[in-house]
């Protein structure tokens, strides 16, 4: 079983950063591979960002790109999410979320792919 605790949420103005953290209880977390999604309020879970276990392969969703950042620090069991020039519609819950991949190379973005997540952490914009 692996837990995954998110912190680094909270109020920001529209332009503003926040660094999304996840850290993960998995001894061999270095196999895993981790993502992050969001959820809105009234809508669907969505996918925001992917990375390989490696840290070497990424992927992001297009309403995020050349925003947000994902890397991980395998050392600290932590995968982390940069946001930077956040908008309004950027408000969400977002989730933190892994799988056991051994050490395949894989950037999963769908979320059935995931077998665990975090309990949310809250971000919200403000215009």
């Known amino acids: 079983q692996v837990q995954l605790v998110e912190s680094g949420g909270g109020l920001v103005q529209a332009g503003g950063s926040l660094r999304l953290s996840c850290a993960a209880s998995?001894?061999?977390?270095?196999?895993?591979?981790m993502g992050w999604f969001r959820q809105a309020p009234g809508k669907e879970r969505e996918f925001v960002a992917a990375?390989?276990?490696?840290?070497?392969?990424?992927d992001l969703a297009d309403s995020v790109k050349g925003r947000f950042t994902i890397s991980r620090d395998n050392a600290k069991n932590t995968v982390y999410l940069q946001m930077n020039s956040l908008k309004p519609e950027d408000t969400a819950v977002y989730y933190c979320?892994?799988?056991?991949?051994?050490?395949?190379?894989?950037?999963?973005?769908?979320?059935?792919?995931?077998?665990?997540w975090g309990q949310g952490t809250q971000v919200t914009v403000s215009s």
């Open positions: 979320a892994a799988t056991y991949v051994a050490y395949s190379a894989v950037v999963l973005t769908t979320q059935n792919n995931y077998d665990y």
């Open positions: 990375i390989s276990w490696s840290g070497g392969s990424t």
């Open positions: 998995a001894r061999t977390f270095r196999r895993y591979a």
